[in-house]
């Protein structure tokens, strides 16, 4: 089992910034491959972005290319998903995800566990 817990939304301008934080338990952290998703209001959940076991392959979903990098750090159990130059379409819910294969994640935009989520809101 795998309890993921997300941290750093909040409210923000258009064009500014956020990180938000996933931090995991467990010890077998490094195995899985992690994702981000998001729900805006009255939309259906979306990938967003997801990095590999050993955090060298990344992956994104093409609106937020460029704007958004996500990275982990297995010796803190922790994913971060840098968001800059944000726009309010990007107001949504962020979910953090952990899969046994990133493939779970990118092209099947599923995982095996799921935080309970944290809101961004951006505001023009």
């Known amino acids: 089992q795998v309890q993921l817990v997300e941290s750093g939304g909040g409210l923000v301008q258009a064009g500014g910034s956020l990180r938000l934080s996933c931090a995991a338990s467990?010890?077998?952290?490094?195995?899985?491959?992690m994702g981000w998703f998001r729900q805006a209001p009255g939309k259906e959940r979306e990938f967003v972005a997801a990095v590999g076991a050993s955090g060298g392959d990344t992956y994104y979903v093409g609106s937020v290319k460029g704007r958004y990098t996500t990275s982990r750090d297995n010796a803190k159990n922790t994913v971060y998903l840098q968001m800059n130059s944000l726009k309010p379409e990007d107001t949504a819910v962020y979910y953090c995800?952990?899969?046994?294969?990133?493939?779970?994640?990118?092209?099947?935009?599923?995982?095996?566990?799921w935080g309970k989520g944290t809101l961004v809101t951006v505001s023009l």
């Open positions: 467990g010890r077998t952290f490094s195995r899985y491959a």
């Open positions: 995800a952990a899969a046994f294969s990133i493939g779970t994640i990118v092209n099947d935009a599923g995982a095996d566990y």
